[in-house]
């Protein structure tokens, strides 16, 4: 029975001691946020004593911040929407029909998950030059669709496997067309995928740094990334307590998100792996 | 002999039947993907010269220019060990935080689980200036080692010797919660009888992860370490935000380094042939993916 006992108490010691670890550098940001410039050097750890909200003034009113979170809104939420349009079809498709070319598909989708970044991005420089969208929000919207895909795609696919076609089957006897049967019947019965596949497109194209970078080329067409990245001036010098307001305040959306879509964003990742 | 031409019809109706479905992501696929990555492979033939300003074809010269580039070694070098002790310390990190997550006597688990997955939601550049602080010379980790009786802690980011490690801990840290709730979820699906099995035969607990649960979840573990490691090894914000690959090429990573040649000295051929080596890197890893993932 001690014995017992002894493990218990280690068992959620150990998940403690995990969980602070995993949350203390976040806490450490909140704190930073609300200090101000000279507390964060004398205590680097210490719980902030006079509480500031200077360091959010400064970076809302003084900075390209609303500039940047709409571009970043803008992006984010197109990629949301083509992303539905793209890959609902698409994972329905591999789902109702066999097709010559079907294992070649989703093979390619899968490596493309693979492909390095640096290459795309001098390929793609080639073709978003031809169609005007260098510097423009359109191409990093196609982009983070296409970054969407592989993971959307395959989960709307084991979503649709799930649905009976006994369903449609009854829709199209009552002259429904294929594509109204996903509208109609498919698609409001895998609402908890959509959902999943909202949310890891909206997470992935917010957070997304290397090509919203390399693709966009001044500030007024930064997304957030970018211009959190830019604080850190030449020479490594940077203003602690506005970052940290301004990091705080990037990441708040995603995280309130994140906490509302998780369930299904989790159930939807593993689904797959488990099989 | 007859019933082949039917069915041939009914392919015919099915490939025609599921074409619109499939072509918008078709379009994406051709148009980001595979003609950005033919293109991009083929800029590896051509060179800027800044003296006559002028680029020009210059066939296999940036392969064998990367084999006599100490830089390109030292990243090549630097990107492997990023990458395996990244991945592997996360799978033993994160096997024992799933394994204890799932332990039946755990309280408040859904709560626990919950915050595990806390960092993932955080963009990468937001980690990375996160972990920035934490090493800096004056910062948090320093004042605590002080605090603890170090005499000189170290210059975590401006040290070669510890540059790269200070990212792959960064590194560790923000790819520990996807890790744990992928192998959580595989954990779930082993049924208690089979343990309860390997426990009346004798076997202890390492043997028991080692020899039973671990194979019964092996899709899992492989889907997640070669997803992990296809993306760590891909990584750019972390090394880019922490060090910028410095103090001078002490924690240059393969990705970071092809980014510089291509947009920092203008040499887009060489960056390339950088990426191509990092695409045949991969090659393998894809592949292992792939075949779980169709399984």
Known sequence: MR????????????VILFI??????????????????????????????DITWSNFRHVILDTSFLINLRNSVLVAFSTVLLAVIVTAPAGYALSRFKFRGRTLFSMWLL?????????????????????????????????????????????????????????????????????????????????PGLLAVGTFSLLLSWNEFFF???????????????????????????????????????SIPVFLLFMLGQRYLVSGLTGGAIK | MSAKPATQTRRWHQERQALPFILPALLVLLGVSLYPLIQGVSRVVYAY????????????????????????????????????????TMFLLSYSLATMLNARALRFRRLFRSA??????LPGVVVSLIWRYIFLSGGPLNALLASLGVAHPPDWLTN??????????????????????????????VENQIIEAAAIDGANYLQTQLRVVMPSIKKVIMIVLTL????????????????????????????????QNAFMYYQAGYGAAIGIVILLILLSAVVLYIREVLR
């Not at chain 1, 940001?29 to 902030?48: D, H, Q, R, Y």
């Not at chain 2, 392969?63 to 060990?81: E, H, K, M, W, Y």
């Not at chain 2, 595990?116 to 939601?121: G, R, S």
């Open chain 1, 212 to 250: 919203a970078l390399v693709v966009m080329r001044d500030n007024a067409h930064y997304t957030l990334p970018v211009y959190l990245a830019r604080f850190v001036g030449s020479g490594g010098v940077v203003q602690w307590g506005p970052l940290s307001a301004a990091a705080l305040l990037v």
């Open chain 2, 116 to 121: 595990t997955l806390i960092p993932w939601a």
């Open chain 1, 20 to 49: 602070c670890l995993l949350a203390f550098p976040i806490v450490l940001l909140v704190f930073n946020a609300l200090k101000t410039e000279t507390e964060i050097f004398e205590s680097p750890m210490g719980i902030p004593r």
């Open chain 2, 228 to 259: 992990e490691a296809i993306w760590t090894f891909n990584s750019f914000d972390i090394v880019f935000v922490l060090t910028k690959g410095g103090p001078g090429s002490a924690s240059i990573t393969l990705p970071l380094y092809a980014y």
């Open chain 1, 3 to 14: 014995s017992r006992s002894v493990k218990h108490i280690l068992l959620h010691v150990g």
């Open chain 2, 49 to 88: 010269r800044a003296l006559t300003q002028q680029t020009v074809f210059v066939g296999w010269e940036n392969f064998s220019l990367l084999f006599q580039d100490p830089t390109f070694i030292r990243a090549l070098g630097n990107s492997l060990v990023w990458t395996l002790t990244s991945v592997g």
């Open chain 1, 111 to 191: 490596a493309t998950q693979a492909f390095p970044g640096i290459i795309m991005v001098l390929g793609l420089f080639t073709v978003l030059t031809v169609y005007g969208l260098i510097n423009r929000l359109p191409g990093l919207i196609i982009m983070h669709t296409s970054f969407s895909m592989p993971f959307s795609i395959w989960l709307l696919k084991g979503y649709f496997d799930k649905i009976p076609v006994e369903l449609e089957e009854a829709a199209r006897i009552d002259g429904c067309s294929r594509l109204r049967s996903l509208i109609r019947v498919v698609l409001p019965l895998s609402v």
């Open chain 2, 160 to 189: 070669p010797q510890l540059a790269l490690w200070t990212c792959i801990i960064a590194n560790i840290w923000m790819g520990i919660p996807f890790v744990t709730i992928m192998l959580l979820a595989g954990l779930q699906s």
